[in-house]
């Protein structure tokens, strides 16, 4: 449960289905997104995430492909969620790309954005079996969540 030290492909290619539109947004984001009123708190938190998760998706090799068992289907369940993730983004492109497109519910799942990641890196960790990602996505979801849902609290309290 711990993890064995080697590179991880499989958490590059998820770190680049993560960064890649993220680095897109960065030309194509919302008409009044700022962050000035962001929970300090919170953004500890998704700091402190973000650097732990990237560090730990590529330093342990318990993420790469193994000879097929009953824990594949996690991996398969965590790739089904950051699939859904780059549509959730394709979706957001394709929009008119405000803040209620930016923090949208996708499939259900409440602001898709920030949650769909999230989920699909919990399930890579369980796939993985180190706790020590699960430990930091959890980390990650209190800031990155929290702070989507404290955006999406605003958009509809201005209105």
């Not at 998820?14 to 300090?40: A, S, V």
């Not at 097929?68 to 950051?82: E, K, P, Q, V």
């Not at 769909?116 to 706790?131: S, T």
Request: proline residues 3%; positive net charge; aromatic residues 16%.
């Amino acid at each position: 449960m711990l993890g064995h030290f080697g590179f991880s492909y499989v958490g590059l290619i998820f770190l680049l289905m993560l960064t890649t539109p993220n680095l897109i947004w960065t030309k194509m984001q919302p008409n009044g997104y700022n962050t000035r009123n962001e929970n300090k708190v919170l953004l500890f938190f998704e700091r402190t995430g973000q650097v732990l998760v990237t560090c730990t998706a590529l330093i342990f090799s318990d993420f790469n492909l193994h000879k097929w068992s009953s824990w594949s289907w996690w991996l398969i369940a965590a790739i089904f969620f950051m699939i859904l993730y780059e549509c959730w983004w394709i979706r957001y492109f394709r929009s008119n790309r405000t803040l209620e497109d930016f923090y949208s519910s996708f499939l259900c799942v409440p602001v898709a954005g920030a949650t769909l990641p999230i989920v699909a890196f919990l399930l890579l960790g369980v796939y993985g079996k180190v706790i020590w990602m699960i430990i930091s996505v959890v980390i990650l979801g209190i800031g990155h969540i929290g702070i989507h849902l404290q955006h999406k609290k605003e958009i509809v309290h201005s209105k």
